[in-house]
C-alpha cells in the first residue's frame, strides 16, 4: 500500500504545499476592480497578478485537501469488479511501463519503486479530476442549475449518488442534465473515489472563493484558467516522477488562431446559401483542449453573422458536427471535456431568453480517446494487445467512425508536447499503416501526426502544428518531408525564439495541394524571432503579436523585412527545389551562399577522424592505452557535445579525465598530419560553428549534434610543401612568438593572410597552434581567479562564458581577497576606524556571547549594518563601507558562541577600504585583459579560416593579385559573426 505521507518536495501527511507564494490557506479574493481591457492579443487574457498568484494557491491547496484522503481509500480498489479493475490496472501499466505488473503489485508497491510513483500519479489524477468536477459544479451553481443550494451540500450529494444531484438541478436547464456524461460518467477511471465528510467540509471554502474570483473578472475566461491551473499544478506537483508536458496556454490559443486567420485570409464560418454552417475542426493531440475552445469563442463573437438568432445554431452545430480531437490519455480527455462544456454552457444560457431547453439536434462532444479508434479500424488491421476491449456504444461509436473516415476537415492543429510516451507510441503505432511504416524508418512518434492530420482534410485545408521539434532539418523525418512535399504547400515556418515552457518554439503552418505545379513553384515564408527579454505572459504575447504583424509586411518571395527582434523572409529555393534531405537552406536569405562556400572543401571529417562514443569503447584496452599513457602537448583527446546549446569542442591534454557519456571522442587517423591544435581551432571558429548549427536537430533549448552530422563536416586540410626553408620559417615562428607576446594582433592577421595568399600555408599551421597554446594559457590563468568570483548562474564560465565587460558585473568575493592582502596590511576590529560599533548602554560587553547575526539594509537615514545578536537578545551594531561588512560578514560564521570581544580581537580587516578595493580592481583588470587577449587571438583565428574557405573578411586587399572583398562576403561573415 502506498504510505500515506508520499508526497512531492516534502514529507508528512499532507502535501508540503503551504510554505509556498500564494499557497497559504488565508487566501482573499482581491477587492481591486479589474484593470482596463488592453488591445491586440491581450484583450482577452488580463491577469492582475494577485489574483493569478491567488488562483494558484486556491488550486493547490484543493489537491492539497483531496490527495491525502484518495490515497486513504486505495484499498477500494479490490471491491471493484474486474472490468473497472482491468481498466485502472492498464492505466497503471502505461504510468509504470510495465506490463506484467497485478493490481497488488501496485498497491503494496514500497515507496519510491516504479510501481509507487505510478500508483502516486494515479492519484494525483483521480485528486484533479475530483477538483475538477467541483470547479465545475460551483461554475453551475453560479450559473443558476442549484438555485441557492451551497456548494458543500452538492458535493455531499455528488459524493453519494449522481441520479440525487442531477435531481436538484433546475428542470430547464436540460444542457447539463442530458449531457453530464461528457465529465462525469458513472463507470470510468476516477469515479470509484468517494470523498470523505472532511474533504469535502475543506474543498467547499476553496471553490467559493475561486468562484469569487471569476466573478470579479471576466467570469468564462476566469473558468477557463482555473481549469489551465489545476492541471499545470498537477503537472508541476508530479514533474519528478512524469514526463508529460503541458498543453498551450490559452492566450496562446488565442494568438494561434488570430495569426492563423488572418494570414491565410480564413474564417471558421461557411455560408450555404441563407444559413450559416461551422467549418470542421480537428486535433489529432487535444491536450487540455485550448485550441478546441477558442473556436467556440470565435463564433460566440458572432463574425459575419447578421442576427443573434444563429448563433444559438451555430455554437450547437460547432460543438456536435465542427469540433473533433483524439487524445491518447484519458486523463486530459477530461480537461479538454470540462473546457468545451464548461465554455458551452454559459454561450448557450445567454443566447436563450428562456435558459437551456432541450434542442432538437441532440449535442455531443467529438473527443475520442484512441482506444475505441483503434477498435473501429479495419478488420484486418492488427492492434496492439496492450489496449483492453474498450465499448463502442452509441455516441462513443458514431464519433469513433467520423473520426476515422474524416477527409473534409478545414483545418487540423495541434499542439505537441515535448515528450511522448514510449508505451503510448508502441501501442499508437499500430492503428494505421502509415503509421506502422513510419515507426519502421525511425520518424519520431510526434511527426506521424503530419501525414495523419494531412490525410483530414479537404483540399485547401489548413494544418497548423505547434511545438518544439525542427523536423524541417531533422534526419530522422526524412520520410515525413516527402509526404509533405508530395501532398502540401508549406506556407509557414515560424521560429518564436526560446520561450518559457509550455509555450512551443515553433508554428508550421502548411495548406493541403494536389496540383504538383502550385506545389513545386511555392515558396516558405520564413520568420524568425528572438525570444523576448522578460517571460511574463504579457511579455510573450506582446512578442508572438509583434511576430504576426511583421508576417504581414512580406507578402511575395523577393521582399524581406527585418529589426532588431524578429526578421522574415521567403526562402531561396522553391518546394520543387527541396527534397527528403534535410531543409538547410531555408532557414535563412544568407544561409546558401555560406554553406555552398564551405561544402566545396572534398575532405569530410571522417575521412581523417575516427569517431567513438565514450560509453561504447570504454572497455576497449586499445582505446584505454591511449587514455592511460603519458601525453605530451602535441597528444590529447578531441571531445565534441552530442546535445548542447552550441557547438563547442574541447581539448583533453590527460585524456579521460574531463570524459563523459555525452560526448564524442576524436582520434586521428595515421595519415593526418595537422596537429590537433589546429583541429581544435578549426572546430571552434564560427565558420564551422554555423555551419553544424544549420546541420544539427533542434530539441528544445538544446541541439542534437549526430554522428552523421560530424562525420560530415568539411574540414580544410593544409596544403604541405615539399621543402621548407628552414633559417627563413625559424625567423618567421620566431616573429609570430614575439607579436603573440606582445599583442600584436593586426600583424598577425595582415602577415599570416598573405603567407596564405603565397600558398605557405604551413607556417599559418604552426601560427594557428601556437595561437592555441596561448589560449590554453590564458584559461588556465584565469582558472585561478575563479574562486574570486560568485557564482550568479549555472551557466557562467571565466574561461569561456564571461565577456570581457562581463568581468565588471560579476561580484568578488570579499573573503576571498583577504586570502591575496598580507598580514601586515590587516588591523583588527577592535581597532578599525573605518568600523563604526553602536553598543547600547545597557549592554554589558563582558557578557555578551554572539548568538546570531544578520545583514540589514537600514531604514531612512540609518546605514548597511551587521547586527550582532547575544544569547540575552541584546544587540549590537556594526557599521562600515559595504566591502568590509562582506568580509566582517563571512568571518563572524566561524564565532558563534563567543564573546565580543574575542570577536572584535580575532577578525582582521585591510587598513583601509580602499585597499581592498584597489586588489578587487586590480583582479577584475587583469582578468578583463587576459580575456579580450583571448577574444583577439580567436578573432585572428576566425580570419584565417574565413580565408581558407574562400571568404575575404578584410575591408583591403592585402597585395595585388589579392581581390577586395564583396558584398556578399561582408553579408556572410556578418551572418555567421552574428550567429
Known amino acids: 500500500m502506498l504510505p500515506l505521507d508520499t508526497s512531492v518536495g516534502g514529507t508528512g501527511s499532507r502535501l508540503d504545499l503551504g510554505n ?9 479574493a482581491s477587492s481591486d476592480p479589474p ?3 488592453l488591445v491586440g492579443a491581450q484583450q482577452f487574457f488580463r491577469f492582475c497578478a494577485m489574483d493569478r498568484a491567488e488562483r494558484d494557491g486556491l488550486v493547490r491547496r484543493g489537491i492539497e485537501v483531496v490527495y491525502p484522503d484518495v490515497v486513504s481509500q486505495l484499498d477500494a480498489l479490490h471491491q471493484l469488479n474486474p472490468t473497472r479493475k482491468q481498466n485502472i490496472l492498464l492505466e497503471l ?3 509504470s511501463a510495465n506490463p506484467s505488473l497485478t493490481l497488488n503489485d501496485f498497491l503494496s508497491s514500497e515507496e519510491n519503486t516504479p510501481p509507487a510513483r505510478a500508483l502516486l500519479l494515479f492519484s494525483y489524477r483521480v ?6 468536477k467541483g470547479i465545475l459544479l460551483e461554475f453551475w451553481r453560479k450559473e443558476g442549475f442549484f438555485g441557492n443550494t451551497l456548494i458543500s451540500e452538492i458535493l455531499a450529494d455528488v459524493s453519494l449518488s449522481m441520479s440525487r444531484l442531477l435531481a436538484k438541478m433546475n428542470g430547464d436547464h436540460n444542457l447539463v442534465v442530458d449531457k453530464y456524461r461528457w465529465l462525469l460518467p458513472t463507470q470510468d477511471n476516477y469515479s470509484w473515489y468517494v470523498p470523505s465528510e472532511d474533504a469535502v467540509r475543506e474543498a467547499a471554502p476553496l471553490l467559493n472563493k475561486l468562484s469569487d474570483l471569476a ?7 476566469e473558468w477557463l484558467e482555473d481549469i489551465d491551473s489545476l492541471l499545470s499544478t498537477y503537472e508541476e506537483l508530479t514533474r519528478p516522477f512524469s514526463t508529460v508536458s503541458g498543453d498551450a496556454p490559452q492566450s496562446y490559443a488565442r494568438w494561434f488562431w488570430r495569426h492563423l486567420l488572418e494570414q491565410c485570409h480564413g474564417t471558421l464560418v461557411r455560408k450555404l446559401g441563407p444559413k450559416f454552417s461551422p467549418k470542421v475542426i480537428f486535433n489529432p493531440i487535444a491536450g487540455a483542449g485550448s485550441l478546441l475552445v477558442e473556436p467556440l469563442l470565435l463564433w460566440q463573437d458572432g463574425i459575419g453573422l447578421p442576427p443573434q438568432s444563429e448563433r444559438e445554431t451555430l455554437l450547437r452545430n460547432g460543438i456536435s458536427k465542427g469540433i473533433f480531437g483524439c487524445e491518447t490519455d484519458l486523463f486530459r480527455r477530461a480537461f479538454t471535456e470540462a473546457k468545451i462544456l464548461c465554455t458551452a454552457t454559459p454561450l448557450l444560457l445567454r443566447s436563450s431568453e428562456k435558459g437551456l431547453r432541450r434542442a432538437e439536434t441532440p449535442l455531443a462532444c467529438n473527443i475520442i480517446p484512441y482506444e475505441p479508434l483503434a477498435l473501429a479500424a479495419t478488420e484486418n488491421q492488427t492492434l496492439s494487445s496492450s489496449f483492453s476491449p474498450f465499448p463502442l456504444e452509441g455516441h462513443l461509436s458514431q464519433t469513433a467512425c467520423l473520426v476515422r473516415d474524416l477527409c473534409k476537415g478545414d483545418y487540423v492543429v495541434a499542439h505537441f508536447p515535448d515528450h511522448y510516451s514510449p508505451v503510448m507510441s508502441d501501442s499508437l503505432k499500430n492503428l494505421f499503416p502509415d503509421w ?14 503530419y501525414p495523419f492530420g494531412l490525410s483530414k482534410l479537404r483540399e485547401g485545408g489548413l494544418l497548423a502544428f505547434a511545438g518544439n521539434d525542427y523536423w524541417p532539418a531533422s534526419p530522422e523525418a526524412a520520410p515525413v518531408r516527402k509526404m509533405i512535399l508530395e501532398q502540401a ?4 515556418i515560424i521560429d518564436c525564439g526560446t520561450l518559457s515552457p509550455p509555450y512551443p518554439r515553433y508554428l508550421f503552418i502548411m495548406e493541403k495541394c494536389s496540383n504538383p505545379e502550385k506545389r513545386a513553384t511555392h515558396k516558405i515564408q520564413m520568420i524568425r524571432a528572438k525570444a523576448p527579454l522578460s517571460m511574463t505572459e504579457e511579455a510573450i504575447l506582446a512578442h508572438l503579436q509583434s511576430i504576426s504583424e511583421a508576417a504581414k509586411m512580406v507578402k511575395v518571395p523577393g521582399e524581406t523585412y527585418s529589426r532588431e527582434d524578429v526578421e522574415t523572409f521567403f526562402s531561396a529555393p522553391s518546394q520543387g527545389e527541396l527534397g527528403e534531405e534535410p531543409w538547410s537552406r531555408i532557414d535563412d536569405s544568407g544561409c546558401q551562399y555560406i554553406i555552398q562556400m564551405i561544402n566545396r572543401q572534398r575532405q569530410t571529417l571522417g575521412a581523417l577522424f575516427d569517431l567513438r562514443r565514450y560509453e561504447e569503447h570504454k572497455n576497449d584496452p586499445k582505446t584505454l592505452s591511449l587514455w592511460n599513457r603519458p601525453s605530451t602537448p602535441k597528444e590529447g583527446i578531441l571531445q565534441l557535445p552530442l546535445r548542447a546549446r552550441k557547438w563547442s569542442c574541447r581539448y583533453s591534454r590527460s585524456g579521460e579525465e574531463n570524459l563523459s557519456d555525452v560526448e564524442w571522442i576524436l582520434f586521428k587517423k595515421p595519415h593526418v598530419k595537422e596537429s590537433l591544435f589546429y583541429y581544435y581551432a578549426l572546430f571552434n571558429s564560427r565558420i564551422l560553428r554555423f555551419w553544424i548549427h544549420q546541420a544539427s536537430t533542434a530539441d528544445g533549448t538544446n541541439r542534437i549534434f549526430g554522428a552523421k552530422q560530424i562525420s560530415a563536416l568539411p574540414i580544410r586540410t593544409i596544403q604541405w610543401d615539399e621543402v621548407r626553408e628552414n633559417p627563413v620559417q625559424a625567423e618567421k615562428i620566431a616573429r609570430i612568438k614575439n607579436a603573440i607576446a606582445q599583442n600584436d594582433f593586426d600583424f598577425l592577421r595582415a602577415s599570416l593572410s598573405l603567407e596564405i595568399c603565397c600558398g605557405r600555408e604551413e607556417l599559418v599551421h604552426d601560427a594557428i597552434g601556437l595561437m592555441v597554446e596561448e589560449i590554453f594559457e590564458l584559461s588556465e590563468k584565469l582558472a585561478r581567479y575563479r574562486p574570486f568570483y560568485a557564482d550568479t548562474g549555472a551557466d557562467q564560465n571565466l574561461n569561456e562564458e564571461i565577456e570581457p565587460e562581463g568581468f565588471s558585473t560579476v561580484p568578488i568575493i570579499a573573503s576571498a581577497l583577504m586570502q591575496v592582502i598580507p598580514p601586515e596590511r590587516c588591523t583588527p576590529l577592535l581597532k578599525h576606524r573605518e568600523i563604526y560599533r553602536d553598543i547600547p548602554p545597557s549592554v554589558d560587553l563582558q557578557r555578551f556571547c554572539l548568538h546570531q547575526y544578520r545583514r540589514e539594509a537600514g531604514l531612512k537615514c540609518e546605514g548597511e549594518h551587521i547586527a550582532l545578536l547575544s544569547q540575552q537578545n541584546q544587540i549590537i551594531k556594526l557599521y562600515g563601507p559595504s566591502l568590509l561588512l562582506d568580509v566582517i560578514e563571512n568571518a563572524l560564521a566561524s564565532f558563534i558562541n563567543h564573546f565580543f570581544d574575542e570577536v572584535i580581537s580575532a577578525i582582521y580587516l585591510p587598513h583601509s577600504v580602499s585597499d581592498l578595493e584597489m586588489v578587487r580592481d586590480e583582479i577584475r583588470q587583469h582578468c578583463h585583459n587576459l580575456s579580450i587577449k583571448k577574444r583577439q587571438l580567436w578573432w585572428v583565428i576566425d580570419r584565417l579560416f574565413y580565408r581558407f574557405y574562400g571568404f575575404q573578411p578584410d575591408q583591403a586587399p592585402l597585395s595585388e593579385t589579392d581581390r577586395s572583398p564583396t558584398p556578399a562576403d561582408v553579408n556572410a561573415i556578418a551572418l555567421m559573426e552574428g550567429h
Not at 466573478?215 to 475566461?221: C, D, I, S
Not at 506502422?436 to 501526426?449: M, S
Not at 504547400?489 to 509557414?492: A, H, I, K, Y
Open 489 to 492: 504547400r508549406v506556407l509557414q
Open 215 to 221: 466573478v470579479a473578472g471576466e467570469p468564462l475566461l
Open 93 to 95: 501499466t502505461r504510468l
Open 127 to 132: 485528486a484533479s479530476i475530483t477538483f475538477l
Open 436 to 449: 506502422l511504416e513510419l515507426a519502421k524508418q525511425g520518424v519520431p512518434p510526434l511527426l506521424w501526426f
Open 20 to 28: 509556498q507564494e500564494g499557497c497559504g490557506s488565508e487566501v482573499v
Open 35 to 37: 484593470p482596463p481591457t
